[in-house]
Nanobody
Framework: QVQFVESGGGLVQPGGSLRLSCAVS????????IGWFRQAPGKEREGISC????????SYADSVKGRFTTSKDTAKNTVYLQMDVLRPEDTAVYYC????????????????????????WGQGTQVTVSS
């Protein structure tokens, strides 16, 4: 069973930065858009970013736009999420997954965006933003 592996989480002070990594299957970056998601305690999982296969176009949720950046290294089969200017409300478990329906990202949280299009979920990595 294909499963991605997230890493890089930890405890950081407000205003700080973290970079998360998502190790993906060798074929995934060629065929699928890759999304990042998060789930805070008591809340539903939400999409926060996406990077397309091919042209590397990206999309971000309004809540992280301008602070988070997703990128990928095809040679390392890894997708990254650079998180800057972190806030306490960014505290959550962060996940990555593949959009099995689209190679190019649909607008995150837009009218055609569907979390259930995504698969290969990892175990997640905890990010805690606190002083």
């Amino acid at each position: 069973q294909v499963q991605f592996v997230e890493s890089g989480g930890g405890l950081v002070q407000p205003g700080g930065s973290l970079r998360l990594s998502c190790a993906v299957s060798e074929f995934a970056l060629d065929y699928y858009a890759i999304g990042w998601f998060r789930q805070a305690p008591g809340k539903e999982r939400e999409g926060i970013s996406c990077i397309s296969s091919g042209d590397d176009s990206t999309s971000y949720a309004d809540s992280v736009k301008g602070r988070f950046t997703t990128s990928k290294d095809t040679a390392k089969n890894t997708v990254y999420l650079q998180m800057d200017v972190l806030r306490p409300e960014d505290t959550a478990v962060y996940y990555c997954a593949a959009d099995l329906i689209h190679r190019r990202c649909t607008e995150v949280n837009g009218p055609t965006y569907r979390i259930y299009d995504y698969s290969y979920w990892g175990q997640g990595t905890q990010v805690t933003v606190s002083s």
